[in-house]
């Protein structure tokens, strides 16, 4: 691995920074969604293509939710349910 590589993520600020670490969550600037990188549904995405442009990163789930970010239902339903019924996000 090279010593030298630096990956770019979010902050809590919702603000790029160089990081040494890798990003363990990717992001939709646009629908302000947070998942796993493995997540089938932005797989999809990035596949169909235009979801790339909109990509993110964030070092934890703590950096994700700051940043004003919701978990994704997909790839994350325990944090999405603990979400959808907590008082931070406006009713549907």
Not at 37 to 53: K, N
Not at 61 to 87: D, K, N, V
Request: positive net charge.
């Amino acid at each position: 691995m090279n010593a030298d590589k630096r990956w770019v993520l979010l902050d809590a600020h919702g603000e790029s920074f160089f990081s040494a670490q890798p990003g363990t969550l990717g992001g939709h600037r646009g629908s302000r969604i947070y998942g796993r990188l493995d997540c089938p549904a932005a797989l999809r995405a990035i596949a169909r293509g235009g979801y790339v442009g909109q990509r993110v990163f964030f070092l934890d789930e703590a950096s994700a939710h700051a940043a004003g970010y919701r978990p994704c239902a997909r790839c994350l339903p325990l944090a999405y349910a603990a979400w959808r019924t907590s008082s931070h996000h406006p009713p549907p």
